[in-house]
């Protein structure tokens, strides 16, 4: 459903979404899938412990009384829920099939939904560096674009600096947790003056697996990633892989082959990302973006589709064989297996809501090493 014909949230069916995401085991593609299947939230919790049962496992759903005082801490952050399927969800963002079903913001939402382009970068910038970012993002933003970024350290602070108040705050935290904490004041401009996004629930702090989750979120955010100075083992350089795998364009600043921090800017442009040295170039290769990006830095992979009254009807392939604690592509599995792309999808959702499936990026599963 295009989030533009979706129906007004009842109170009671956000409510239930929220109880639906925070429950064990429940990741954005299995939240979709038990939307697609079920119909509503409330069915999907009421269906969990007979779908973890066929998994192997028993199964309790988050508490209401755990999401009550999640939603009253949101209120009290003067923050507020967005969901996918509304009309106030950013655009570019819900067509990752890895967006996040509910968003905590405060601020602008309406910027989410204006021209962007995220700019990411080393913690341990160079000052050459932090100014070229902090430079290239007032320019992007005279220019009328929104600066995304994820108030780290380094390029990220600058970028949000140099384009404030067109600009948009990720956080790897929950919405009421300022990190890192040298940015707290920055963090407060930003949700005063642009806009503020956290996937995680009020009271999160911050661990080393929300990082990847929040960089998937700058890149969904905007037509473009540009990389300022980052080595070659990154965040920066996972923002810029999961902008290319959403079809986005994936730009980079060159330096020298002598400076480690700029490898893997170098690395990206040798790989196909395109070269830029002047915000003109930004502003003119995604002035003209029309949803093919010019950057060749990796292609989409094909996926097998599905729509979602086939979910809704499917029984699950058996595919309990093809599945080690290896990672493997979802696609592999439905080659393999000769099942319909839904029944596999529907085996693999009572694994992960049983606790034994793992996700990984590019569209990847595996069985959890723990038993």
């Known amino acids: 459903m295009a989030r533009d014909d979706a129906p007004t949230l009842s109170q009671d069916e956000a409510f239930a979404r929220i109880r639906l995401l925070r429950s064990p085991h429940i990741?954005?593609?299995?939240y979709a899938q038990l939307l697609a299947r079920f119909g509503d939230a409330a069915r999907a919790l009421e269906a969990l412990p007979d779908l973890a049962s066929r998994g192997g496992r028993e199964y309790r759903a988050a508490s209401a009384e755990r999401i009550e005082r999640e939603v009253e801490a949101v209120r009290r952050a003067g923050a507020r829920y967005l969901f996918h399927d509304q009309p106030s969800y950013p655009r570019l963002l819900a067509e990752l099939e890895s967006a996040p079903p509910i968003l905590t913001v405060r601020g602008d939402a309406?910027?989410?939904d204006k021209p962007s382009v995220a700019v990411v970068g080393a913690r341990n910038a160079s000052a050459a560096a932090v100014k070229l970012a902090r430079d290239f993002a007032s320019a992007l933003a005279e220019a009328g674009f929104v600066v995304v970024s994820g108030l780290a350290r380094g390029i990220d602070g600058a970028a949000h600096e140099?384009?404030?108040?067109a600009t948009i705050g990720v956080i790897a935290s929950g919405i009421d947790v300022a990190y890192p904490p040298q940015h707290g004041q920055l963090q407060e401009r930003i949700a005063s003056e642009g806009l503020l996004i956290a996937e995680q629930p009020p009271g999160t702090e911050p661990?080393?697996?929300?990082?990847?989750s929040r960089n998937r979120i700058i890149a969904g955010l905007a037509s473009g990633t540009l990389v300022v100075e980052a080595a070659v083992k990154s965040g920066s350089l996972i923002t810029a892989r999961l902008a290319a795998e959403g079809g986005r364009e994936v730009m980079a600043i060159p330096g020298s082959p002598l400076e480690p921090r700029s490898h893997g800017c170098n690395h990206l442009i040798r790989e196909g990302a395109v070269l830029v040295q002047d915000p003109a170039d930004v502003i003119e290769l995604l002035s003209s973006f029309d949803g093919t990006p010019r950057s060749t830095f990796r292609e989409a992979a094909n996926t097998f589709d599905y729509a979602p009254e086939d979910l809704a009807e499917a029984e699950p392939a058996d595919i309990a064989s093809l599945l080690t604690t290896a990672p493997v592509a979802v696609d592999e599995l439905i080659r393999q297996s000769g099942a319909p792309a839904a029944a596999v999808q529907l085996a693999l959702l009572e694994l992960e809501i049983a606790g034994r499936l793992e996700r990984h990026a590019g569209g990847r599963v595996s069985l959890h090493c723990r038993p």
């Not at 140099?162 to 108040?165: A, D, T, V």
């Not at 661990?207 to 990847?212: A, T, Y």
């Open 27 to 30: 990741g954005p593609v299995s």
């Open 110 to 112: 309406s910027l989410a």
């Open 162 to 165: 140099g384009s404030l108040p």
């Open 207 to 212: 661990r080393g697996s929300h990082f990847p």
